[in-house]
């Protein structure tokens, strides 16, 4: 998950949380935008920084979208331990 900045033809760049995963059936990964958030230009009115302001807000969604799991070396660990 990350922030997309997006540019227009005419210059605005538009700010979007998106989601990267890879599709099995298609085999290519795929972009599903989260939350449309709005352009940049707009967002500097009412932040100082939207860009930083929004990368915090993307954190705990990123962690949140983290499974639950132990690194494979771990996980090799614990399988040879117990063999």
């Known amino acids: 998950m990350y922030l997309k900045k997006t540019p227009n033809l005419n210059g605005r760049i538009r700010l979007s949380i998106v989601d990267t995963y890879y599709d099995k059936a ?3 990964s795929r972009q599903k935008t ?3 958030i709005g352009r940049l230009d707009e ?9 930083a302001h929004f990368q915090k807000r993307v ?5 949140e979208k983290q499974p639950d799991r ?3 070396t771990l996980l090799f660990t614990i399988l040879i331990a117990f063999v």
């Open 43 to 51: 967002l500097e009115k009412k932040y100082d920084d939207p860009i």
């Open 70 to 72: 132990l690194p494979s």
């Open 34 to 36: 989260v939350e449309s």
């Open 59 to 63: 954190e705990p969604l990123k962690a």
């Open 26 to 28: 298609k085999k290519c």
